[in-house]
């Protein structure tokens, strides 16, 4: 089984669609998708994931199906170092906070820092990898500790229009790693592929391995420059990148 994870084009957060740049991906990426055989298509319920996917599914005439649990992760925290009130995502923690607290390297109890258990991270967690357990479930593979079951092997190439943060907790999931670790040590670009395949090189079990991650090629093939959504300034002193 191949999974696809690609994030939105350049998002116009405001107005949960695209900027013109992020349309301008969605395109290219329509025609980077039209010659790889796509077997079932998905996509988040927010608007800049479908617009995303709609040049690819009016290019080809396919339809995807709508997955509530793709939007974009929800369960907002109140980070150590931000004003009481102000509300933060759970993946963008100053490195000097999160990196001192061991448990933020285990899988098994990452959540339990008081300030992601004030915000339900954990319970977010469990409802969003329970929904991708019942899909994967659905295909043939089925959870065993840290391995899964092949009920049914499947050869199939499953598509999902989602967004940076949820795509790294469906990736923690299936790699039993903490979300912490690849929330703040990898990035992926707008209208970024991912792609992960299963390994069955035990008869009954399988394994997910990534064979692609945060892939571009469509933008460079197309002398589009990467969005630096998502990034942090490279240097403290490049004042015109984010901190």
């Not at 109140?78 to 999160?98: L, T």
């Not at 390297?105 to 339900?120: I, K």
């Not at 990898?186 to 064979?211: C, D, H």
């Not at 892939?215 to 490049?238: G, I």
Request: aromatic residues 12%; hydrophobic residues 35%.
């Amino acid at each position: 089984m191949k999974l696809i994870l690609i994030r939105h084009g350049d998002p116009d957060y405001e107005n949960d669609t695209l900027t013109p740049k992020g349309k301008r991906e969605a395109e290219y990426l329509a025609k980077r998708l039209e010659n790889i055989k796509i077997d079932e298509i998905y996509v988040s319920p927010l608007g800049r994931a479908k617009h995303t996917a709609e040049p690819y599914l009016r290019k080809c005439g396919r339809e995807a199906l709508e997955l509530e649990w793709l939007r974009e992760f929800d369960a907002p925290i109140q980070r150590p170092d931000k004003p009481e009130g102000a509300r933060s995502i759970p993946w963008d923690w100053m490195p000097s906070d999160w990196t001192q607290y061991p448990d933020f390297y285990d899988f098994d109890r990452w959540m339990n820092h008081p300030a992601m258990t004030a915000g339900g991270v954990g319970a977010e967690y469990a409802r969003v990898t329970g929904c991708f357990e019942e899909f994967l479930k659905a295909h043939g593979y089925e959870r065993s500790g840290t391995l899964f079951l092949v009920n049914r092997s499947d050869n199939d190439t499953v598509v999902f229009f989602t967004h940076y943060g949820v795509s790294i907790v469906l990736i923690s999931y299936l790699l039993h790693v903490s979300p912490m670790i690849l929330w703040h040590g990898m990035v992926a670009a707008p209208s970024s592929v991912t792609a992960l395949a299963t390994e069955e090189r035990q008869k009954g079990y399988a394994s997910f391995r990534i064979n692609t991650y945060g892939d571009t090629t469509h933008l460079y093939m197309n002398n589009e420059p990467r969005s630096f959504a998502a990034r942090f300034c490279e240097c403290y002193d490049n004042e015109d990148e984010r901190h």
